[in-house]
Each structure stands twice: as structure tokens, then as C-alpha cells.
């Protein structure tokens, strides 16, 4: 069955440090993996997406994520963290037409 | 313009009430779903429809009952509200394709307070 692990609930990094976020995901064919950023009191934006290629992907707002097949997984990666990065961010995997959302990670970022 | 649309955004009631969401995407897609989020920012599939058509429908009680007017439109009506239903109900929309490989665009969500 398909499924996303996110292991770290919450996160606190300072602004301008690097920051990288894990997910591993569960699937038995060659995955299409998302990555959302959820902004409080917001919906859910896409920061990235893979689905075959270069395993490095960019995304928008400066982030990047990359898939390791061996490892089952794709972090997200930024280099360096503003104040507005702060959101929840959740991996996703597809399958049997439906995604399968990670329980998010928890981004602090003090000054 | 919003792509995707949802009202009303907040929505506070009582228990037993009947209440209705509604969500209306301008993108053209084909396929649009409603999500539960939990107060602990778990997402769960609830519905999927295609072109009006229900093709996924997870676990949900008989009291949550989807309808789809036309492909631009997915409306949620929630019949004997419980205290247990209280979450935010994010409306989502995506180009069809076989493995579902398109995005998926969001709402801003709809907050249901069950008091």
C-alpha cells in the first residue's frame, strides 16, 4: 500500500540557516512525489513535484527536493530559511489515483 | 481570479444542524475532491468525482453526502452534525490523467466548528 512518513512533527531553524525536511514514502512502481507548503489559515500550495528525470527538482519560493530511490525518499532542502518559510509542509505520494499525504512537518523560524 | 474557490470559509453550528459547503473551480479540470483536516493537520481523502461522476469514496458516514451540479462544481452537504466533525474541509481540483499525476490545486478551506 502507498503511504508518506514525514518523522519530524515540528521543526525550528533560524532565519537564514539551511533547512531540510524528510520523507519516505512506500510505493511499489516508480512514485510521483509532491511536496505542499500550508500557510496558516491557508490551502495547501505546491512547492514541487516529481515524476521521472533529474532527481534534483526545483521548485518555487527557493526550494529544492531530492529523490533517492534506494532510500525511498525525497527531502526538501532550502539553504537558507526567511520568516515567511514558516508553515506546515507536506510530502505526497500518488497512487491509484489519489494522493497520500504525509502528516506534515511543522516549520518554525525564529529571528 | 481564484482557481479554486470554497465558501463559506468559516462556519460555526450546533450539533444535529444540517449544514452545505460549496467549491467551484474556474481552472477547466475534470476532477475535483473534498479533504478532511483533522486538528492535527492530517489530510484524508473524503470524495473524488470526474466529470460529475463519483469515483472515490473513502470510509466517510452516510451523513456526508457529496454533489457535483457540472464538472466546475463540487458541493459537501452534512446532514446530524457531530461534535467529531469539526475540521477544516479543503476542496481540491486536478487535471484528470490515468495515475493522477496531475497537481492538485486547493481551496483556502472551509473551518466547521460543531459546538
Known amino acids: 500500500a502507498q503511504s508518506v512518513t514525514q518523522p519530524d512533527i515540528h521543526i525550528t531553524v533560524s532565519e537564514g540557516a539551511s533547512l531540510e525536511l524528510r520523507c519516505n514514502y512506500s510505493?511499489?512502481?516508480?512514485?510521483?512525489l509532491f511536496w505542499y507548503v500550508q500557510s496558516p489559515g491557508q490551502g495547501l500550495q505546491l512547492l514541487l513535484k516529481?515524476?521521472?528525470?533529474?532527481?534534483l527538482v526545483q521548485g518555487i519560493k527557493g526550494f529544492e527536493a531530492e529523490f533517492k530511490r534506494s532510500q525511498s525518499s525525497f527531502n526538501l532542502r532550502k539553504p537558507s530559511v526567511h520568516w515567511s518559510d514558516a508553515a506546515e509542509y507536506f510530502c505526497?505520494?500518488?497512487?491509484?489515483?489519489?494522493?497520500?499525504f504525509g502528516t506534515g512537518t511543522s516549520l518554525t523560524v525564529i529571528p | 481570479d481564484t482557481a479554486v474557490s470554497q465558501t463559506p470559509k468559516y462556519l460555526v453550528t450546533q450539533m444535529g444542524n444540517d449544514k452545505s459547503i460549496k467549491c467551484e473551480q474556474n481552472?477547466?479540470?475534470?476532477?475535483m475532491y473534498w479533504y478532511k483536516q483533522d486538528s492535527k493537520k492530517f489530510l484524508k481523502i473524503m470524495f473524488s468525482?470526474?466529470?460529475?461522476?463519483?469515483?472515490i469514496n473513502e470510509t466517510v458516514p452516510n451523513r456526508f453526502s457529496p454533489k457535483s451540479p457540472d464538472k466546475a462544481h463540487l458541493n459537501l452537504h452534512i446532514n446530524s452534525l457531530e461534535l467529531g466533525d469539526s475540521a477544516v474541509y479543503f476542496c481540491?481540483?486536478?487535471?484528470?490523467?490515468?495515475?493522477?499525476?496531475?497537481?492538485?490545486?486547493f481551496g483556502e478551506g472551509s473551518r466547521l466548528t460543531v459546538l
Open positions: 481540491a481540483s486536478s487535471p484528470y490523467e490515468r495515475r493522477g499525476t496531475g497537481e492538485l490545486f
Open positions: 510505493y511499489g512502481a516508480t512514485p510521483y
Open positions: 516529481y515524476f521521472s528525470g533529474d532527481t
Open positions: 505526497a505520494v500518488v497512487g491509484s489515483n489519489q494522493f497520500y
Open positions: 481552472l477547466g479540470h475534470d476532477t
Open positions: 468525482y470526474n466529470n460529475k461522476e463519483l469515483i
